[in-house]
């Protein structure tokens, strides 16, 4: 295991390339289930998940090659529909393969997926959508059984008591192109991933109406061919290191994603006056010196296009940088504060109210032994070990390899001195 040591006080400068989006091309990945054509998938980021998935894939059949670097080539001639514990078991969007596997074989077999440290990640509403349009769940031995002698296209309420489910929603869809007749899928969840994943669908050969709102129209198809498809840009990871010029009081220039899919993070960096430029034509956004001059916060994490909550550990650091008192309130995922107790062991002066965090800015951080617990933690403890004083030792970092690609050089092109050693060194 690696551990990271981040040198504090530094000013980040200079240009970053965002890559492709985990949470865009995972589903994507599961798509190539769909046909027996070939699918090629580019912009893909070399991830942990997009190694595991790969794995995932090729345990279900599938031929996988990986033809350039971010380019992967698929072709899913003869699969099996049933998913192995032990890896289904170590990545939650392996739900992503139980859509396709339905609309294709009419079955499938996967473990139910473990909990993890940001709180209960129940798929109920992914289970409710596949009865509806005809499949028959079953559970023995920590064993989903989903299958349908016949489907048939169905409308699908997807609203949960947190709102909609993205993974439910690719699921379904994905389910939904290869369903006879029309399924209609209301409180669909709208992020960009989704969104792309729809447009992908469609260079396939699928009719999708509504792509973007909350209300999905899907006819089915009999079959689907192969597709060639660009992933979109990660908007958590320019939003990770636009947080990460901000409160380095530095200067620099993200590329390679849209702006437009960050609406809710610059609709709030505009209210505490940060001085950003935003350019929507070449898809690029440059933060420039302001920290002096930014005012508290006051956010609430909601489903897109509200603030993501993806950005939530991300925000405290930020907070912690301005003066007064900001407050960031958690709806997705109530208990998704693990990163707290972490940055009080830099001395950040934070109250935790139920799923409020309240923030006291400006009081200095030194640096210290920190642990990550979950991918987005792990970006906020690498963002606050950049402006703490001294060293700060991020353990467990494999956490944060599972969703940012290359961040260490990344931060280290932005004039960051990180060092990764092995954990017993
Ligand atoms: C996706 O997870 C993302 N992961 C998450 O990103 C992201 O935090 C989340 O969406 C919310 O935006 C991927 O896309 C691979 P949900 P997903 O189903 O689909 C509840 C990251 O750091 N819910 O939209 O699993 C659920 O408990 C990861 O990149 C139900 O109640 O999230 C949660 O409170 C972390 N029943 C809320 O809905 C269900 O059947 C949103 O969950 C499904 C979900």
Known sequence: MEKVCIQGDVQLKGTVSISGAKNACLPMLAASLLT??????RNVPQLRDVNFFIQLLQTLGVHVENIAPNTWKLQATHITHEASYDLVRQMRASVCIMGPLVGRLHKVSLPLPGGCVIGNRPIDLHLYGLQKLGCNVSMSQGIIHITADKL???????????????????????????????????????????????????????????????????HGQNQLHGFDYTVIGDRIEAGTFLIAGLITNGHIRLEHFDPRHLGALLHVLEEVQADIKVDY???????????????????????????????????????????????????IYPQRFMHIA????????????????????????????????????????????????????????????????????KLRNLGAQIQRSQENS
Do not use: W
């Open 342 to 409: 972490e940055l009080q062991r830099l001395g950040a002066k934070i109250i935790l109210e139920g799923s409020t965090a309240i923030l006291q800015g400006a009081h200095p951080l030194s640096g210290a032994d920190v642990m990550a617990s979950d991918l987005r933690a792990s970006a906020a403890l690498y963002l606050a070990g950049l402006i703490a004083q001294g060293e700060t030792f991020v353990h467990r970092v494999y956490h944060l390899d599972r969703g940012y690609e290359n961040f260490d050089q």
């Open 152 to 218: 048939c296209g169905h409308s699908i309420f997807l609203g949960g008591p947190f709102g909609s489910t993205v993974t439910g929603t690719a699921n379904l869809v994905m389910a939904a192109v290869l369903t006879p007749g029309t399924t209609v899928i209301e409180s669909a969840a709208c992020e960009p991933e989704v969104t792309d994943l729809c447009r992908l669908l469609q260079q396939m050969g699928a009719e999708i109406e509504g792509i973007g709102s909350p209300r999905l129209t899907i």
């Open 36 to 41: 027996d054509e070939h699918c090629i998938l």
């Open 281 to 331: 034509e070449s898809h690029t956004i440059e933060a420039f010196p302001c920290l002096e001059r930014l005012k508290p916060f006051n956010i609430t994490t909601l489903p897109y296009p509200g603030f993501p909550t993806d950005l939530q550990a991300q925000m405290c650091v930020l907070g912690l940088c301005i003066p007064g008192l900001s407050l960031i309130t958690e709806r």
